[in-house]
């Protein structure tokens, strides 16, 4: 969206050439500047440790990436305009293809390389130099020597920036006021920080609290409420959490082995240095996803503890359907019980937050036959096939184990029978079921995260499709199959990933992977119609939007069959890439005035509808429609473009 500003600024505004270098050195020093202001103005607009309200975290992360997003797009289109091919198609297509190229290499770089050995101000003051560098190689080219020489001197200067001052140090001590910095770790999952304030240590993942040394209640509540109801467990699978002290309070019991399963190592590695991870022999650890874990293990256990968040993503609700919680159930002893613990409310859980707990009670039972929860702000259930009971002080004291705070008198406290029946009242009959293909769980929380703050977003959706209505009237039937491109590119990635992770589970590598294919697409896509311009028709955008609905019509036959092979979901993204990188360079072509007008329109387009495509597909599409709906969405969008084209001059 905020690219689309910069495409909109280039269709515009006349450049004179001279300020090429500098626009290049100025869009080099923003991602620098732009985590700066991430990290330490965050905090002086929002309340530490607070939920933010929708409305100003959208506009907040808007106006901080405005000036490099808006940067970015204006100079794709200028240097298109500027760059020395008299053959105006030709031109501005070589100008995208590498472009193409450019995001594609850093894609992989990034994904591969420099994720696993640097943190991300040390990227930024790379990517600096290499900016500067290419704006002083420009500087000599066109003879202006003293230009060159002041960005050499930049270059040297931010190499010693670079290695002399950790600005990323410098910047977190900034969001973590009053606190010591004892370690700062990224891996290819996120950021994870150590802090220490007192004798208490801390654990932050991307700047939220993941746990503390001191968070005692929350351990001893996430084990016992499960260990308790299997008489002698003797085998535990624990999906994350094992740093926060439930891995101490399990081996309370007399177990013979746990499983503990992370998906990121570096979260062990610093659970042992600082959150006493036991040193025990029974204790097995795996850094794998848990779902993919489950599905290749051919062990039975007698207690399987989740300990994840609410599903707030996509990639968090895996954990509640009714697949996962077919494979809990393969994966447990006939005597063996399932747990996990979900966002409630003390005495009252409003419609929608009832609504989501009812499904996830409705998706678990078609594989248990019992379940009990445990009401409160947080609400912790158990399913098994065996008869459960609520009985929670006579459990304790028969197996005689010591705890703090989940204790004889908290438990009578806690579970009462007008408690349970308050919350059993709230809960209804739901014929709607969490899947894999529909993963409605997410969009009831998200819905409850927007009931927080009483946020009505109807009038703003309202308002942006009347937007996006008179927009779209401007637009002739090719700049809309752009538009049509650029969305369904975004959403048909999105699912893509989607059912590779459900299908295989979440594998760093092989995400970027998939990324890197539909980029590498783009890049062949963009190749071929500059090697074969003259001979590009309005034919061929025809063609291209029926390749479009055969590749949709292909993915939704897999998708039925709930198989799609992970070579499929490669070669689909390739082909995704391939047929968006055509079309664009087909259109632009087929309307080309100036460079500069026609590459502003269709990057305006492909913009527009990729951010569009982003949004809608994850927060509304896939939770309402599922996985093959919003592939059916696309296909009609896709045929609605195919439409306008045959009945349509281009």
């Not at 040297?156 to 910095?181: A, E, P, R, W, Y």
């Not at 994966?331 to 929608?352: A, I, Q, T």
């Not at 590009?536 to 709930?562: A, D, G, N, P």
Request: aromatic share 14%; proline share 3%; charged share 15%.
């Amino acid at each position: 969206l905020c690219s689309y500003i910069g495409y909109l600024g280039a269709r515009h505004l006349k450049l004179n050439a001279k300020f090429v270098e500098w626009l290049f050195a100025l869009v080099s020093i923003l991602p620098v500047g732009t985590l700066l202001a991430i990290r330490t103005l965050t905090y002086t607009f929002f309340v530490r440790g607070a939920l933010v309200q929708p409305t100003y975290m959208f506009l907040y992360l808007f106006l901080v990436m405005l000036p490099f997003c808006f940067l970015n797009g204006f100079l794709v289109v200028v240097v298109a305009q500027l760059y020395p091919i008299t053959n105006k198609p030709k031109r501005a297509g070589f100008v995208v293809f590498l472009d193409n190229i450019g995001d594609m290499l850093g894609g992989l770089l990034f994904s591969f390389v420099l994720v696993y050995f640097l943190n991300t101000f040390q990227i930024s003051l790379l990517l600096l130099i290499l900016g500067l560098c290419v704006a002083a190689i420009s500087s000599l080219f066109r003879h202006r020597r003293w230009l060159s020489t002041i960005f050499c001197v930049l270059i040297l200067m931010c190499v010693i920036l670079l290695t002399t001052v950790d600005l990323d140090k410098l910047s977190l001590k900034t969001m973590f006021k009053g606190q010591t910095i004892v370690e700062n770790r990224f891996t290819p999952y996120g950021n994870l920080v150590v802090t220490k304030l007192g004798d208490q240590y801390n654990l932050f993942e991307n700047g939220m609290l993941y746990t503390n040394t001191n968070d005692r209640f929350r351990a001893e509540a996430v084990v016992h409420y499960p260990m308790l109801q299997v008489k002698n467990p003797k085998s535990v699978l624990l999906i994350s959490g094992g740093i926060s002290g439930t891995l101490l309070e399990i081996l309370k019991y007399n177990v013979s082995e746990i499983d503990y399963v992370e998906l990121d190592p570096k979260v062990i590695q610093l659970g042992k240095s600082y959150f006493n991870l036991p040193n025990d022999s029974r204790v097995r650890y795996y850094n794998i996803d848990g779902r993919l874990f489950m599905k290749t293990t051919p062990k039975f256990y007698d207690v399987i503890i989740l300990d994840l968040g609410s599903p707030l993503s996509a990639q968090l609700n895996r954990f509640y359907t009714d697949e996962f919680f077919n494979l809990v159930k393969s994966n447990l002893k006939p005597s063996g019980v399932f747990s996990f613990h979900l966002p409630g409310g003390e005495n009252y859980l409003s419609s929608e937050l009832a609504d989501f707990h009812s499904i996830i009670i409705a998706t678990g039972l078609r594989h248990f036959d019992n379940f009990i929860a445990i009401p409160g702000s947080v609400v912790y259930y158990v399913f098994s096939d065996n008869k459960l009971s609520y009985n929670y002080t006579q459990l304790l004291a028969l197996a005689k184990i010591n705890t703090t705070f989940v204790n004889q008198n908290y438990l009578k406290g806690i579970i009462t029978k007008d408690r349970l029946a308050s919350f059993m009242v709230s809960i209804k009959p739901s014929n709607v079921i969490n899947t894999d293909l529909r993963p409605v769980g997410y969009h009831y929380m998200l819905r409850q995260w927007l009931k927080q703050f009483n946020s009505n977003l109807l009038p703003l959706a309202l308002l942006i499709l009347l937007l996006l209505f008179f927009y779209l009237r401007c637009f002739n039937p090719v700049s809309f199959a752009v538009f049509t491109s650029g969305f369904s590119g975004m959403a048909l990635e999105f699912v893509l990933i989607l059912v590779f992770q459900v299908a295989f589970g979440y594998v760093y590598s092989q995400i970027g992977l998939i990324i890197a294919c539909f980029m590498f697409g783009l890049v062949v896509g963009s190749f071929i119609v500059i090697r074969h311009m003259q001979l590009v028709k309005q034919l061929h955008i025809v063609l291209i939007e029926l390749c479009f609905l055969v590749l949709f019509s292909v993915i939704i036959l897999m998708l039925s069959r709930h198989f799609i092979p992970a070579l499929g979901i490669y070669l689909a993204n390739i082909l995704l890439g391939l047929v968006v990188g055509l079309e664009f360079l087909i259109a632009t072509k087929l309307k080309m005035t100036k460079v500069r007008i026609t590459l502003s329109e269709f990057y305006m387009a492909d913009a527009i509808g990729s951010a569009i495509g982003a949004l809608t597909t994850a927060v509304i599409i896939v939770p309402m429609l599922g996985l093959i709906g919003c592939v059916w969405v696309l296909f009609g969008v896709k045929l609605l473009s195919l439409v306008l084209l045959l009945n349509r001059k281009i």
